[in-house]
């Protein structure tokens, strides 16, 4: 269950790098927007293909990616961190945030390997607790490996 945002889970999200990915300029904005003034430092692309050049040098700590975009979309995206991480042993968390709301369309955005997905339109309180959620249960992961 997605609760509202709190200042506990405002702390942890202000010391994330994050990732947007999404071909729409006002989601990215917003987005963006947002999530620097929780205080997070953030950074927008417009395509999967960026993304992907921007994790070398920006190394954020988790994607928040749109799924339906023009050329490679989200699923080719989750595709090359998969391979990414293979060569990296570690995980970077990713939450798919699209208007495909259906259940197929969950399963099928979760399956591929995304973290978690939250469906257009949301309130941007359900996106803070969810990221705090996601970087959780990353951490949680990370200490039973180690």
């Known amino acids: 269950m997605i609760t509202t945002r709190s200042k506990q889970t405002e702390e942890e999200i ?8 999404d071909d729409d300029r006002d989601s990215r904005d917003l987005l963006l927007f ?3 003034q929780i205080g997070a430092k953030v950074k927008s692309v417009a395509s999967a293909k960026v993304a992907v050049e921007e994790i070398q040098f920006f190394q ?7 799924i339906f975009m023009p050329e490679e979309n989200g699923f080719w995206l989750i595709n090359q961190l998969k391979k990414m991480e293979k060569t990296s042993n570690r995980h970077l968390a990713a939450i798919a945030i699209t208007a495909a709301a ?3 369309d969950r ?3 979760l399956s591929a390997g995304y973290d978690a997905y939250l469906s257009k339109p949301f309130l941007l309180d359900h996106l803070t607790a969810l990221i705090a959620k996601v970087m959780q249960q990353n951490q949680q992961n990370r200490q039973k490996t180690a």
């Open 14 to 21: 202000s010391k994330l790098r994050v990732l947007v990915v």
């Open 34 to 36: 947002y999530l620097e």
């Open 60 to 66: 954020p700590e988790i994607i928040l990616s749109d």
């Open 102 to 104: 259906k259940a197929k």
């Open 107 to 109: 399963e099928k955005i």
